[in-house]
């Protein structure tokens, strides 16, 4: 085969994108549900990073720029489209700069789950031995522990239940870390065994390379594809723990940065009192954006699994591969006589040969 039809059967650098190659992949409702998460994945990107040119006032305001307060819980209007919350701050910029929050916590609690959750996996699952029982064993024991109760206590133990800006945020973000290290931990320590046993890894030492290099160059290049499935069902978890933390009282003070959760959790009182306004949206922000990550992640997960994925292309091949299948003769539809040529209640044989009745 020469160079240059090599070069033609290369994909198109559009398509080798991981995204929009699984959004090709996709067909029917697997691929409605993948537009659907992607369409509010990418709002919600959208809207917490131009958020300060979105939200008419600061999350913490509670003034006009005259100087006249807002009110509290005050309805819907041209001045407060959805609202005033009862400690007097406007709903919608609370909603907004809550997105901000939220991608903090994603960032912050993700990539330090990867980083911790993939290094120990990795050394546990190349070395094995009393080390990698270890720390089953430990993994095991934070994951069989109620993830929220977790991530309360730690909470508590790091900032005393509340605190500023990036104080509640790396709280949440470290109490989310850890319910979410044995995760990681698993899917790269199960990869390792699998791998180290393959015959380029036993080369690879035979030729006198390092453990360092045998682990990071080879082990985990190739045990990490389904980190990007984990990411995103891990950050739908991180904002529903973040939520869970500011509504039980646990997350970030309003004056120092705008939580959907604790807006939840002020606005319970107002729901019996017939003010509806000050809980739909924040809920229905929490809503929105979990159903866009998950359907992301469960899409992703689908598409990955070859057992679950369907194709239009593997309907096409199968056509394909029936109209070309020869018996004796020629293929099935031309051969002497062929289906068609079949006597009633005539077949062929496994060799190929007609049997009459």
């Given at each position: ?169 790396l709280a949440a973000a ?165 289906v068609d040529g079949l006597e009633p ?13």
């Amino acid at each position: 085969m020469t160079s240059a039809s090599l070069t033609s059967r290369k994909r198109p650098l559009l398509d080798r994108i991981p995204v929009v190659h699984q959004l090709r992949q996709s067909v029917g409702l697997q691929r409605g549900m993948l537009v659907a998460g992607l369409v509010l994945t990418i709002l919600f990107l959208l809207v917490a990073m131009f958020a300060p040119l979105i939200a008419p006032y600061g999350f913490a305001q509670l003034k006009n720029a005259d100087g006249t307060a807002f009110g509290t819980t005050q309805a819907p209007s041209g001045a407060h489209i959805w609202g005033t919350t009862s400690g007097g701050y406007d709903v919608f910029s609370r909603v907004i700069w809550g997105t901000q929050t939220a991608i903090l916590v994603i960032v912050v609690a993700v990539i330090l789950s990867i980083f911790l959750g993939v290094f120990l996996g990795l050394i546990s699952g190349y070395f094995g031995g009393w080390l990698d029982r270890v720390l089953v064993v430990v993994c095991d024991a934070i994951y069989a522990f109620p993830s929220l109760l977790l991530a309360i206590v730690m909470a508590i133990a790091i900032s005393g239940g509340q605190s500023s800006l990036w104080g509640g945020i790396l709280a949440a973000a470290i109490s989310i870390t850890v319910v979410y290290i044995p995760q990681y931990f698993r899917v790269i320590r199960s990869e390792a065994v699998r791998i180290k046993a393959e015959a380029y890894v036993e080369s690879a030492k035979v030729v006198g390379a390092s453990n360092a290099r045998i682990m990071f160059r080879h082990v985990l290049r190739n045990s990490t594809r389904t980190l990007p499935l984990i990411f995103t069902l891990n950050s739908s978890e991180a904002i529903l723990t973040l939520a869970g933390l500011g509504f039980l009282g646990f997350g970030i003070e309003p004056t120092a940065a705008a939580e959907w959760g604790f807006d939840l959790n002020k606005a319970v009182d107002d729901v019996t009192s017939g003010i509806w306004w000050t809980s739909i949206y924040p809920g229905l922000a929490i809503v929105l954006v979990v159903l866009g990550i998950t359907l992301v992640g469960e899409s992703l997960n689908d598409l990955a699994d070859p057992r679950l994925r369907g194709r239009r292309r593997a309907a096409a091949a199968s056509g394909e591969v029936a109209e070309t299948s020869v018996v004796p003769g020629g293929v099935l539809a031309a051969g002497p006589g062929g289906v068609d040529g079949l006597e009633p209640g005539g077949s062929f044989s496994d060799e190929g040969i007609e049997v009459r009745p």
